[in-house]
């Protein structure tokens, strides 16, 4: 498996697992300020994995 290949699954899951993280601590009733964190590197994580995917969509491109 080459590197690009392998970094559009690694992107998505980090963003998949902030999310559970984040929905965890909400249902759990934990510290709000702790889901506001986790959300805003959700949105900073789904940011760097489309840049990873359009990047990854243009290199093969060419």
Not at 38 to 53: D, E, G, S, T
Request: proline share 3%; net charge positive; hydrophobic share 60%.
């Amino acid at each position: 498996m080459n590197l690009s290949a392998s970094l559009v699954p690694v992107a998505v899951g980090a963003v998949a697992i902030v999310l559970l993280l984040g929905l965890a601590n909400m249902l759990r009733g934990g510290n709000p300020s702790t889901s506001q964190n986790l959300m805003r590197l959700r949105v900073v994580l789904q940011f760097i994995a489309i840049l990873v995917i359009l990047g990854i969509m243009w290199w093969r491109s060419g």
